[in-house]
């Protein structure tokens, strides 16, 4: 009996001290799980994707666990900023003003804005549908780059309105239901909401190519570590291994 006692008590200790290790030596990253191929829920219920495999092996790297924590890309930036999470990775583009805000890792991979229009629709680009209905209805994932181009270049002028959804799926959703016109998403997300969902087609925009980065928040301790990390991990070909595998060739 003393001696179960004894190495009850022995396990608690070592419980308790793998524990307290694992909270020093875990990393919380912020991201959409809604933004595929970038991140999205596996078969089994598990976020994967390009972010999330690149993120993983930083954290193998410098040894650390990886926790992520799914919530809207409107508060990826806010959420790191204020240092409720470790760091973002969410195909999030480089901006100027994002750059006010959060500090940049090195770029991994490059976005564009793609417009998804029903496969019926005869325009060509979202100034086609201003010239023939005098108006526009875009859907975009609110936050971002989408939106933000959107919203300069069709609501500001007077062109259009634009509706802001929680994550592109919903943005396809409403499309979907005719509530938009076309919606405004990167391009890769854009590839699988298409093969997802029937009925739809990819426009090009003007818009040019987009770099991503994973952002920090501006005093974070662990920034230069992981940066340094991604550098090799890009250098040593890991991350374009993981790009081709959630990108396939065309
Ligand atoms: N690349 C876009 C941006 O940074 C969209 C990112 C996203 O929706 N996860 O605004």
């Known amino acids: 009996m003393k001696k179960l006692f004894a190495m009850l008590i022995v396990a608690a200790l070592m419980l308790s001290g793998i524990a307290a290790l694992a909270e020093k030596g875990t990393l919380t990253m912020c991201t959409n ?67 006010q805000m959060v500090q940049f890792t090195d770029t991994y991979a490059t976005g564009i804005q793609s417009i998804i229009a029903p496969e019926a629709a005869t325009f060509e680009s979202i100034d086609d549908i201003v010239e023939a209905n005098g108006t526009v209805k875009i859907g975009v994932q609110m936050a971002t780059t989408g939106d933000l181009y959107s919203t300069w270049d069709y609501e500001d002028e007077g062109k259009g309105t634009v509706d802001r959804y929680a994550n592109g799926a919903a943005a396809v959703q409403a499309l979907l239901a005719g509530k938009v016109d076309c919606v405004v998403i990167d391009n890769e997300p854009a590839k699988n909401f298409i093969a997802q969902n029937e009925g739809l087609k990819i426009l090009d925009t003007a818009y040019a190519v987009e770099d991503y980065a994973m952002a920090f928040g501006k005093d974070s301790a662990i920034y230069a570590d992981f940066n340094a990390a991604l550098a090799e991990l890009i250098a040593d070909g890991t991350v374009q291994g993981i790009i081709d595998e959630f990108i396939p060739a065309e």
């Open 33 to 99: 799980v809604a933004f595929p191929p970038y991140e999205f829920y596996d078969e089994n219920g598990q976020p994967t994707g390009i972010d999330v495999q690149i993120a993983k092996a930083i954290c193998a790297k410098l040894g650390y666990e990886l926790e992520i924590v799914d919530i809207e890309f409107a508060q990826c930036i806010p959420g790191v900023q204020s240092g409720k999470y470790d760091f973002s990775a969410a195909g999030m583009t480089v901006t100027e003003e994002r750059k």
